[in-house]
């Protein structure tokens, strides 16, 4: 069993204008609506002046978000690229709903003065009876309330100056029908971001975990924990990392702030509650938190905590022990106040200006590829440097080799010249020495028989003493005088029996 470590956050999105525009910039970073650049909500005029281009940094990779899913309130999961531009605005719209603002306040004013009169005519006696009774029956409702059939019923009864009590009860209902949707306080919940992600340090790939699964799996963990409320939309972003990564996308789930079935905007209510039941399960009741939701900002951390404690036990046996993973739970306790401050005030800020998301893990990988490529340039810096010292090494010793070359073709060119010289002097001593055995000595005597008898010995003596480019000349003059047997004998270097003959020959 593989350990690993899960992210699980959540993020309210109130009904005020400062909750209403986070909301808006989350929306849009979801459902990836290129917001031009003048609808940058994080930046305040005077920053949209004075910041250049370079400043709205990208959030996500272009060239993956084909990978992005969205599950629509049907429960169909479609391609987020799938969806136009017209229908990613109007679910954005829908969630964040009309914007409340002094309209509103109008309208509870007015209610609160027909109110007023309404109660004072019946505890006054200026309304008596059914009409009391009904006036009682329509103050007490939370629903909505048909107009025209309860003004008909009011009017059906007798009373003084109808026409001015019929106005009131008009008034009333009208702006009653109206605020019905609104919650009381404008601080209250419209809905709830949830994020769930495995950070890419576990590095765990969509094929071990899959996306769909990792989808079903918050599905049904809120589902079944705050069945009353909604999922209004769930999306699955796979391009919020480098195109030669490959590791598991992350998962936001909107989940509606009113309550399914009384249309109260108690979500913050029901999640203690749910709380509670789970400390009360693991035997920890005296950690129970106040389910009226009045807490104090420490009190309320206690919120997330619990549910990231609900969340991981959930994930665990429903995901991962069936992957052959463990999600280990990081307990606050051991996370320091400064970590948890810049954590908090990472949150309040846009997606294209905290320290952790694409556009910062784009900067990194290009600071450690021009690190890697400094250094790969001093590294071919100190290779060429001994390139060039082996070339200066190979140039002097080609020019060695070049004068060496030299010295053999003008020795070579000497020798050639010496054996030229001795090829003309053996010649000259063979011409010499056959003019003087054949001419002078023995041809002039008419006796050429004599020669080989006379001189072969001769011949030989030259042969061993004088130098060896000579002897070829004589070894040529012993062929000429056709002497085979001498021939035979100086090929074996077996002169003994010359030798003999040599003693045995007399003038």
């Known amino acids: 069993m593989s350990l690993i470590s899960v992210f699980f956050s959540i993020f309210n999105c109130t009904m005020n204008k400062n909750g209403r525009a986070m909301g808006n910039t989350s929306l849009a970073h979801s459902l990836r609506i290129n917001a031009p650049k003048g609808n940058v909500l994080h ?255 420490k009190q309320s951390s206690k919120i997330t905590y619990h549910m990231q404690r609900m969340f991981n036990d959930y994930i665990n046996k429903h995901l991962f022990e069936p992957c052959g993973l463990r999600a280990e739970f990081n307990d606050k306790t051991q996370i320091d106040n400064e970590r948890l401050a810049r954590m908090k005030k990472e949150s309040k800020k846009s997606k294209s200006s905290r320290e952790f998301q694409f556009a910062t893990q784009v900067i990194e990988k290009a600071k450690e590829a021009e690190v890697t490529l400094l250094k790969t340039q001093q590294m071919q810096s100190i290779a060429d440097e001994q390139l060039a010292n082996t070339k200066r090494k190979l140039a002097k010793k080609e020019s060695r080799l070049i004068i060496l070359d030299e010295n053999i073709a003008q020795r070579e060119g000497m020798l050639a010249q010496i054996e030229g010289r001795e090829r003309k002097v053996a010649s000259i001593m063979f011409s010499m020495l056959e003019g003087l055995a054949s001419r002078t000595f023995f041809r002039a005597q008419k006796q050429p ?16 003493y004088l130098p060896a480019f000579l002897q070829p000349a004589f070894q040529r003059l012993v062929t000429v005088l056709e002497d085979k047997e001498l021939v035979n004998k100086l090929a074996e270097n077996n002169h003994d029996e010359l030798n003999r003959k040599d003693d045995d020959l007399s003038m």
């Open 43 to 297: 930046l305040n005029e005077l920053e949209k002046i004075s910041h250049s281009d370079s400043h709205y940094l990208p959030e996500w990779n272009e060239e993956l978000t084909q990978n992005n899913l969205i599950a629509l309130p049907d429960g169909n999961v479609v391609a987020l690229d799938s969806l136009s531009d017209e229908q990613k605005h109007s679910l954005k719209e829908r969630l964040l709903g009309p914007e409340k603002g002094r309209a509103d306040d109008k309208r509870r004013k007015v209610k609160s003065k027909a109110k007023n009169k309404l109660n004072k005519w019946v505890t006054g006696g200026a309304l008596l009876g059914e009409a009391a009774e009904f006036i009682v029956q329509i103050l007490s409702s939370e629903d909505t309330i048909d107009i025209c059939q309860a003004l008909n019923t009011f009017e059906s009864f007798d009373m003084t100056r109808k026409d001015q009590r019929v106005k009131q009860l008009f008034n009333y209902l009208e702006t009653h029908n109206k605020l019905i949707p609104v919650p009381r306080t404008r601080n209250a919940t419209k809905f709830q971001e949830v994020l769930f992600k495995i950070p890419a340090v576990n590095n765990i790939s969509a094929e071990q975990v899959s996306h769909l699964d990792m989808m079903g799996a918050l599905k049904q963990f809120i589902s079944s924990h705050y069945p009353d409320y909604p999922i209004e939309m769930m999306i699955l972003h796979d391009d919020e990392r480098l195109t030669n990564e490959n590791h598991v996308g992350h998962v936001h789930a909107y989940i509606s702030g009113m309550n399914s079935i009384t249309g109260n905007y108690d979500l913050r209510v029901a999640q203690i509650k749910r709380i509670n039941v789970y400390l009360r399960e693991n035997g920890q009741s005296d950690e129970c938190l106040n389910e009226s939701g009045r807490m104090t900002k």
């Open 449 to 464: 028989e004599l020669t080989k008898k006379f001189f072969t010995p001769i011949v030989y003596k030259f042969t061993e």
